[in-house]
T-cell receptor
Framework: GNSVTQMEGPVTLSEEAFLTINCTYT??????LFWYVQYPGEGLQLLLK?????DKGSNKGFEATYRKETTSFHLEKGSVQVSDSAVYFC????????????FGAGTRLFVKA | DTGVSQDPRHKITKRGQNVTFRCDPI?????LYWYRQTLGQGPEFLTY????????KSRLLSDRFSAERPKGSFSTLEIQRTEQGDSAMYLC???????????????FGPGTRLTVL
């Protein structure tokens, strides 16, 4: 079945450091890929998405590129801020599954001032 | 506020009691999803509706769980004879199907946190 694997956390960085959170997926078809973010005490928010191979999703300085050949969708940001501290979830959704979303386990990011 | 709303936000109950949660999706959205999230894990799919039809149920949804969407608008999730293992955050999401790409973003509600004592 479909699945998402993302790097374990927590990830601790200093402000202005470069961020990469790795994500790989397994899917039977051609899924859409997402990164969701959950800030402390808040609900899930869509951060960015990509619907086909080689698409790049971007938002708030975060980027991720849909790599079909490596089945990956790694999240990157050039310079993190303390306000980026949150849990990040990689996810996929596929037409054949009624577009239900399959999530990774999440990666907690701590950014120190 | 036109987002997805859930009620209650928190529920504490004793083992063996029944609980019911409500989700109000974004008004024009025809798809509604329920997920469960336990501490330190990503949300897990439970079930989804297209309009009033329940089209898929996860094997996580035991016979103690039942979900309805009677008029294709709000939905309820009931858990009978709660167990401590049911303690989790229950998330609702909605989306609009039929877009040209076939794919539409899911919008999540704030969740209902259930604690079973």
């Amino acid at each position: 079945g479909n699945s998402v694997t993302q790097m374990e956390g927590p990830v601790t960085l200093s402000e202005e450091a470069f961020l990469t959170i790795n994500c790989t997926y397994t899917a039977t078809g051609y899924p859409s890929l997402f990164w969701y973010v959950q800030y402390p005490g808040e609900g899930l928010q869509l951060l960015l998405k990509a619907t086909k191979a080689d698409d790049k999703g971007s938002n708030k300085g975060f980027e991720a590129t849909y790599r079909k050949e490596t089945t990956s969708f790694h999240l990157e940001k050039g310079s993190v801020q303390v306000s980026d501290s949150a849990v990040y979830f990689c996810a996929l959704s596929e037409r054949g599954g009624g577009f239900k979303t399959i999530f990774g386990a999440g990666t907690r990011l701590f950014v120190k001032a | 506020d036109t987002g997805v709303s859930q009620d209650p936000r928190h529920k504490i109950t004793k083992r063996g009691q029944n609980v019911t949660f409500r989700c109000d999706p974004i008004s024009e959205h025809n798809r509604l999803y329920w997920y469960r999230q336990t501490l330190g894990q990503g949300p897990e799919f439970l079930t989804y509706f297209q309009n009033e039809a329940q089209l898929e149920k996860s094997r996580l949804l035991s016979d103690r769980f039942s979900a309805e969407r009677p008029k294709g608008s709000f939905s309820t999730l009931e858990i009978q004879r709660t167990e401590q293992g049911d303690s989790a955050m229950y998330l609702c999401a909605s989306s609009l199907s039929g877009r040209p790409s076939g794919m539409s973003e899911q919008f999540f509600g704030p969740g209902t946190r259930l604690t079973v004592l």
